[in-house]
T-cell receptor
């Protein structure tokens, strides 16, 4: 079985400050890793994904994440946040066994950017 | 191009009634997924379609829930005899390879 833990339910941060949203996962099989963002009353939008190769992946809106296999982590970072980054962020894994491609999500982290 | 669309955007129903939720995937996407987002349970997988077949229905919470997909395109999620615990946002996603593209969701409220 797989599980995803997002260690912070809420992260308040001031505009232009750096931010890190933490994600750990547990899986007995190999997985792909994803971060999605959800703005109020909208669906989920893909920020970035790790499939293989370089462990540092860059996504949209200036976000990046680093896959750490030994720590089973996939933390999301941004060096300088904007008010418009206020949203809920979801970390997800896709198990590579079973061949269904379903996503298993963490509970989400609400990023609150203050002026 | 057009993204994933879902209808209705909001649905309010009375306990015991049946509801149908519709998903129009991105054209050409062979895989389609339904998820449920609720306050208590977060985002949960419900069912996966490949073409018109559903090889993984493991997330459907009870036999009151069913889904079908026709023509390898539109999908309908049906909830029979709705209960208050069915209140949630139902999200649909479609994919071609490894990335799922989500629709805006249907917010279901069961009174």
């Amino acid at each position: 079985a797989q599980s995803v833990t997002q260690l912070d339910s809420q992260v308040p941060v001031f505009e232009e400050a750096p931010v890190e949203l933490r994600c750990n996962y547990s899986s007995s099989v190999s997985v792909y890793l994803f971060w999605y963002v959800q703005y109020p009353n909208q669906g989920l939008q893909l920020l970035l994904k790790y499939l293989s190769g370089s462990t540092l992946v860059k996504g949209i809106n200036g976000f990046e994440a680093e896959f750490n296999k030994s720590q089973t982590s996939f933390h999301l970072r941004k060096p300088s946040v904007h008010i418009s980054d206020t949203a809920e962020y979801f970390c997800a894994v896709m198990p590579l066994s079973g061949n269904t491609g379903k996503l298993i999500f963490g509970q989400g982290t609400t990023l609150q950017v203050k002026p | 191009g057009a993204g994933v669309s879902q209808s209705p955007s909001n649905k309010v129903t009375e306990k015991g009634k049946d509801v149908e939720l519709r998903c129009d995937p991105i054209s050409g996407h062979t895989a389609l997924y339904w998820y449920r987002q609720s306050l208590g349970q977060g985002l949960e997988f419900l069912i996966y379609f490949q073409g018109n077949s559903a090889p993984d229905k493991s997330g459907l919470p009870s036999d009151r829930f069913s889904a079908e997909r026709t023509g390898g395109s539109v999908s309908t999620l049906t909830i029979q005899r709705t209960q208050q615990e069915d209140s949630a946002v139902y999200l649909c996603a479609s994919s071609m390879l490894d990335t799922q593209y989500f629709g805006p969701g249907t917010r279901l409220t069961v009174l």
